[in-house]
C-alpha cells in the first residue's frame, strides 16, 4: 500500500510543473556558481601555484544548495495533505482499503525518492563539473557524503512542510507557516542567540581602575618594576577573566545556532568537504588552517571530520524526527468531514 | 439477514450532534435510500459506516464486521463514491481505477480487464486516457462510481451520487443501480431528492439533524406515519349540519358543506358510515387519505414530528 502511494507521489512531483521549474533553477544556480567560481579562481591563480581546491569551488555552491534547495524541498511538502483536500480526493482514497499511517509514510517516501533522484542529479552534474580540478578518492568519498548531508538537510525541510500541510486547511496557510518556520530558523536563531547569550554570560569583565591607571603610567614610561609586575599580574587576571566571559558567550551562543539547521549544514558541510578544517575550542566552529602543500595529504579522515560535526547531525537527525512525528500524527489524528 | 446495523451509533462534532443515536438495519441485497436534508447527517452517517471516522459513541456493523475495530476489512467488501469529491486529477481516468485496485491486491492484468469493464459500464471507454482534470463533473461522477466498483463490492455506499450528472446520466445511475441489486448487491444509496429515492429504494430511511426520524419500506412508513392519526374525508349528498359525532375521534371539520373532514386514531369509516346514515345523510364518497412519501418527508422533517 505505502509502495502504491508512494509510486503515484512519485510520479506526480516529477511530472508536476513546480518540480520541473524549480528543480531547473537550481540546476541552472548551481551550474552558473561552479562556472564563476573556476573563472574567479583562475583569474587570481598566480602561474606556477597549485590549483583551487575541491572545497574552495563547493564552499561557493553550497550556500545555493542549501537556500535554494530548502525552498525546492518546501515545495515539495507544503500541500502533500492540503493538495488532497482542495482536490477532493482524499474521501475517495480513503474509502478504499487503506490504513492512515500507510497514507502517511507513502506521501513522506514519494517526497523522499523525488527529493533523492533531485540530489542525485545535481550529484552527477556537480561532480562532472569538478572533473577539471581533478577529484581524489578521498575528494569523491567526501562529495558522496556531502550530498547524503545535503539530502538529509532537505528532508528536514520537507517533512516539515508536510507537517505544516497536516495541520493546515489549506495550501496557502502551510506554504505561509513553512516558510515563516524556514526564515526564523534561518535568520531570528542568531539575534535571539546573541541577546540570551549577553544576558546569561552576564556583564562583560571591566578593566579594574587599578589595571588603567597602571596602564596609563606604563605608556608615558615612569612605572616601576614593581609597579610592572603588579602590571602583568592585573593584567594576566582580566585577560583571564574576558576569556572565561568569551567562551561561555561563545557556547550560549553555539546552543542557539545549533537550531538552525542551515547553520548546522553550513559546519558540517565545513568539516565533511574539508578534510584540514577542525574544531576550535573556542569558537566551537569550524576552523581552517592554512592552505597545505599539494602533496600534503588530508589533515583528517572523513570518520574525523563527521565527528567534529556529531552534534549538529544530531539536531538535523532530531529535526527530521519531529517533523515526521508530527507530519504523522497530524495526518493519523485529523478528522474526515 | 441485515448486512448493516449500527446500534446508538452517535457523532458529535465541536458540541454538535451530527449523528444522534442511529439505529439502523439494513437488509442484504436491498436498496436502503437515505433520505435526509443538506446537513442531516447522511455523509457522517456512511463515513461512520466505513470507518472513515470514529464514532462518539455506539457501534455499527457491516456483514457483522465491527467498523469500529476493522475498518480496512469493512472497507474490502465495500465500495464507496463519496458526494463532492473527485477521483485524481493528474491521472487518467483508467490509472485511476488502476492505482485504486493496488489496494486491493488485484493483479494487474485483472486490474486492467476490469477497469475497463468498469469505464465501458459508466460510459468513459473513449475518456479512458484522458486526464481527469480535463473531466466535466458528470465525468468525475461516472469515474466515481466506476472507482467504487473496482473491488466488485458487496455493499455499495452511494452519497449523493446523481450530484452534477445530467438528467439522462441520472437516469442511467438510478438503471445502473437497479441492475447492481440484481447482481445481490447491497446499496446504501443517500440523497436529499425524495424521487430518486422513491424510485429505487426498497427499503428508506428519513434523517434529520441526525436523528432517525422513520425507516422501512414504503409501505410500512407511510402506515407508521398515519398510525394514530388517520385522516378520512367524506363526502355526502346533503349538506352537512352535524353537532357531534360519537365515533371516537381526534377532530373534525365541515370543508363547504358536504364534505367532513376526520382525524380519527384508527380507521372508523364503518363506524362513521353507520352514524351519517343514521343521521340520515347519504354518503357518496368515503376514502382513508394515504400520505404521499413527500408528505411524510415534509411532516417529518420540517413539522416536526417524530417516530
Redesign the interface.
Given at each position: 500500500m505505502i509502495g502504491a502511494i508512494a509510486g503515484k507521489e512519485f510520479r506526480d512531483y516529477l511530472t508536476g510543473r513546480r518540480f520541473l521549474i524549480i528543480f531547473s533553477f537550481l540546476l541552472a544556480t548551481i551550474t552558473l556558481s561552479l562556472i564563476q567560481t573556476k573563472m574567479g579562481l583562475e583569474s587570481w591563480n598566480v602561474p606556477g601555484s597549485e590549483g583551487p581546491k575541491m572545497y574552495d569551488i563547493m564552499f561557493g555552491l553550497s550556500f545555493y544548495l542549501g537556500f535554494i534547495g530548502a525552498i525546492f524541498a518546501l515545495s515539495l511538502g507544503f500541500d502533500a495533505v492540503t493538495r488532497e483536500h482542495e482536490d477532493r480526493t482524499l474521501k475517495v482514497l480513503m474509502g478504499h482499503p487503506v490504513f492512515r499511517d500507510q497514507v502517511i509514510l507513502g506521501k513522506l517516501l514519494g517526497g523522499a525518492l523525488t527529493l533523492g533522484v533531485a540530489v542525485a542529479v545535481t550529484a552527477l552534474i556537480t561532480t562532472g563539473m569538478l572533473l577539471w580540478i581533478g577529484v581524489t578518492i578521498d575528494d569523491y568519498l567526501r562529495l558522496f557524503t556531502y550530498f547524503l548531508l545535503i539530502y538529509l538537510y532537505l528532508m528536514t525541510f520537507f517533512t516539515m512542510a508536510v507537517a505544516f500541510s497536516a495541520h493546515s486547511k489549506s495550501s496557502g496557510n502551510a506554504l505561509m507557516y513553512s516558510l515563516v518556520m524556514f526564515l526564523a530558523l534561518m535568520t531570528i536563531l542568531m539575534p535571539i542567540g546573541s541577546i540570551v547569550a549577553h544576558k546569561l554570560a552576564g556583564p562583560k569583565p571591566e578593566m579594574p581602575d587599578e589595571l588603567k591607571a597602571l596602564q596609563e603610567q606604563m605608556m608615558q614610561g615612569n612605572a616601576s618594576m614593581e609597579e610592572m609586575q603588579k602590571y602583568q599580574t592585573l593584567m594576566d587576571e582580566y585577560q583571564n577573566q574576558t576569556e572565561k566571559w568569551f567562551k561561555r558567550y561563545w557556547k550560549i551562543q553555539e546552543y542557539f545556532q545549533m537550531f538552525s539547521p542551515e547553520n548546522d549544514f553550513t559546519t558540517i558541510t565545513n568539516y565533511v568537504l574539508n578534510p584540514y578544517a577542525e574544531k576550535s575550542e573556542e569558537q566551537g566552529m569550524a576552523y581552517m588552517v592554512a592552505n597545505p602543500g599539494e602533496n600534503e595529504k588530508p589533515k583528517h579522515s572523513l570518520m574525523e571530520s563527521l565527528s567534529f560535526a556529531e552534534k549538529e547531525l544530531a539536531v538535523l537527525v532530531g529535526y527530521l524526527v519531529l517533523w515526521f512525528v508530527v507530519a504523522y500524527l497530524g495526518f493519523v489524528r485529523a478528522e474526515i468531514r | 439477514m441485515n448486512i448493516i446495523e449500527t446500534e446508538n451509533l452517535t457523532k458529535v462534532?465541536d458540541g454538535t450532534r451530527a449523528v444522534d443515536h442511529l439505529n439502523l438495519r439494513v437488509k442484504r441485497g436491498s436498496v436502503f435510500g437515505f433520505l435526509g436534508p443538506n446537513g442531516a447527517g447522511k455523509?457522517?452517517t456512511i463515513?461512520l459506516l466505513?470507518g472513515?471516522?470514529q464514532p462518539t459513541e455506539g457501534k455499527a456493523y457491516v456483514a457483522g464486521i465491527d467498523v469500529q475495530e476493522k475498518p480496512?476489512?469493512v472497507?474490502?467488501i465495500?465500495?464507496?463514491m463519496?458526494a463532492?469529491?473527485?477521483?485524481?486529477?493528474?491521472?487518467s481516468a483508467l490509472e485511476n481505477l488502476l492505482?485504486?485496485a493496488?489496494?486491493?491486491r488485484i493483479p494487474r492484468e485483472e486490474a486492467e480487464k476490469r477497469a475497463k469493464e468498469l469505464l465501458e459500464l459508466v460510459g468513459l471507454s473513449d475518456a479512458a486516457n484522458k486526464k481527469v482534470g480535463a473531466f466535466s463533473t458528470g465525468m468525475k461522477q461516472r469515474l466515481?462510481l466506476a472507482?467504487?466498483l473496482i473491488?466488485d463490492p458487496e455493499v455499495l455506499?452511494l452519497d449523493e451520487p446523481t450530484n452534477g450528472l445530467d438528467p439522462k446520466g441520472a437516469v442511467e445511475l438510478r438503471e445502473l443501480v437497479r441492475d447492481l441489486k440484481k447482481e445481490g448487491k447491497t446499496i446504501f444509496f443517500s440523497s436529499h431528492i425524495l424521487p430518486e429515492v422513491e424510485e429505487v429504494s426498497d427499503e428508506i430511511g428519513i434523517i434529520s439533524s441526525g436523528k432517525l426520524l422513520i425507516s422501512g419500506s414504503q409501505e410500512e412508513i407511510k402506515r407508521k406515519f398515519i398510525e394514530g392519526r388517520y385522516l378520512i374525508s367524506v363526502e355526502t349528498k346533503e349538506s352537512l349540519e352535524i353537532k357531534d359525532l360519537n365515533v371516537g375521534l381526534i377532530e373534525w371539520r365541515i370543508s363547504g358543506s358536504k364534505e367532513l373532514i376526520v382525524y380519527a386514531e384508527r380507521d372508523i369509516r364503518e363506524e362513521l358510515l353507520r352514524e351519517l346514515s343514521e343521521k340520515g345523510y347519504t354518503v357518496v364518497d368515503i376514502h382513508l387519505h394515504e400520505p404521499s412519501l413527500e408528505e411524510v418527508f415534509m411532516e417529518l422533517v420540517y413539522g416536526g414530528r417524530k417516530e
Open positions: - | 462534532y455523509t457522517t463515513l466505513l472513515l471516522i480496512v476489512e472497507k474490502k465495500s465500495g464507496f463519496p463532492e469529491s473527485s477521483p485524481y486529477p493528474t491521472l492505482y485504486f493496488k489496494f486491493y466515481l472507482q467504487a473491488n455506499f
